[in-house]
């Protein structure tokens, strides 16, 4: 009997240090380079405003898919006589959020967005207000456009895109953009680029490019020339926000700043 209490004793032991061998905790995977890690680190950079932008987009998205059959619903459509006569202000805005259905392309649509919108946003982390002016204003031109002409308003997240990467050329312009290790290119014809490859990848003429470009260039000339002056109740908000400037606080050393200048 006491030979059978020693083994039993033993397995336990055994048992025990095998959990213990086991037991792995999250301080166990610190400074792992992993997948998730990286995503947990690219929304933590990610500036306010685009992580707000790109979050409604995903959450109305994946509302889609898992409650209209991966169809975007047509309460968030623009609906012209409904924003005027029903007063549903909202459906301009959601409009842009749509970058067709939950697959693998919206994905990299959005990944795309992201690049793009979030490094303009760093670039006005010490005036948010003039990022916002800068969307604003995108956004109002390619309205007045698709209201103007009767165009189908599907497309106006992919202008949008359009005009984020016409800005982003300009403000960065005369630097090199690395293309997938392939080549580089100058960043001001990065736009170009990409209508020319609409045009040879996917065979239709690029006119939601150019659509977004020309948006673009009116902006870029408009801001030039200071002739959009920001509303002094948004500079204020920002000011007084301590929200916001916590939040653009975390990607200041982006530009080698340190807290405080």
């Not at 048992?15 to 680190?41: H, S």
């Not at 392309?105 to 002016?133: A, C, D, I, N, R």
């Not at 003429?205 to 002739?227: E, N, Q, R, T, W």
Request: proline share 5%.
């Amino acid at each position: 009997e006491d030979e059978d209490e020693d083994e039993d004793e033993d397995e336990d032991e055994d048992e025990d240090e095998d959990e213990d061998g086991f037991d792995a905790t999250g301080a166990d995977f610190v400074g792992e380079d992993t997948l998730v890690r990286r995503m947990k680190t690219a929304i933590d950079r990610t500036p306010p405003l685009t992580q707000g932008f790109l979050g409604a987009s995903i959450a109305c998205t994946v509302g889609a898919f898992a409650m209209n059959q991966n169809q975007w619903p047509k309460i968030l459509e623009l609906d012209w006589d409904k924003v005027l006569m029903r007063f549903q202000w909202w459906r301009p805005f959601t409009q842009f959020l749509f970058y067709g259905p939950l697959d693998l392309s919206y994905g990299l649509t959005l990944q795309f967005v992201w690049q793009y919108m979030s490094q303009l946003e760093k670039v006005h982390h010490k005036e948010p207000e003039q990022f916002v002016l800068m969307w604003t204003c995108g956004a109002v031109l390619l309205l007045g456009a698709y209201y103007a002409t009767s165009m189908p308003p599907q497309n106006l997240g992919h202008n949008l895109a359009c005009f984020l990467v016409y800005v982003w050329a300009r403000t960065f312009e005369g630097h090199d953009v690395n293309f997938m290790d392939m080549f580089t290119i100058r960043s001001e014809l990065m736009p170009w680029f990409l209508a020319i490859q609409t045009l040879l990848l996917e065979g239709e003429f690029p006119y939601m490019d150019l659509f977004g470009i020309a948006v673009g260039h009116i902006y870029y000339v408009l801001y030039a020339s200071k002739k959009l002056p920001v509303p002094k109740f948004m500079t204020s908000f920002f000011q007084n926000s301590e929200y916001f400037r916590s939040r653009y606080a975390k990607v200041r050393d982006d530009y080698g700043e340190e807290e405080g200048q």
